[in-house]
């Protein structure tokens, strides 16, 4: 079981920078694949990244490469998402998600646990 908690989002204009951090409880954080994933209102969850659980691999979404990183510190179960170069169109809620096995997945439904969002609004 592990518990995750979002922080860092908020409001920010267009072409600014924002750091998500997610807090894992559970002693096994180091055995998860972590994700973020994003939802817009009335939309289906969308994959954002994903990193491996010992941080050596990471997948992005396409349209998200060179602009976002994410990254993860498994001595603090800390996983964090870097957004850089920030457009109106990433204003979303974003959700942390760990995945109880190893191997990368874009498919919201393969990840257990979820955390409970954090908002990111990019004015332009």
């Known amino acids: 079981q592990v518990q995750l908690v979002e922080s860092g989002g908020g409001l920010v204009q267009a072409g600014g920078s924002l750091r998500l951090s997610c807090a894992a409880s559970g002693r096994t954080f180091s055995t998860y694949t972590m994700a973020w994933f994003r939802q817009v209102p009335g939309t289906e969850r969308e994959f954002v990244a994903t990193i491996d659980w010992i941080g050596h691999n990471t997948y992005y979404a396409d349209s998200l490469k060179g602009r976002f990183t994410i990254s993860r510190d498994n001595a603090k179960n800390t996983v964090s998402l870097q957004m850089n170069s920030l457009k109106p169109e990433d204003t979303a809620a974003y959700y942390c998600?760990?995945?109880?096995?190893?191997?990368?997945?874009?498919?919201?439904?393969?990840?257990?646990?979820w955390g409970q969002g954090t908002q990111v609004t990019v004015s332009s």
């Open positions: 998600a760990a995945r109880a096995m190893r191997g990368y997945s874009n498919y919201a439904p393969d990840y257990n646990y």
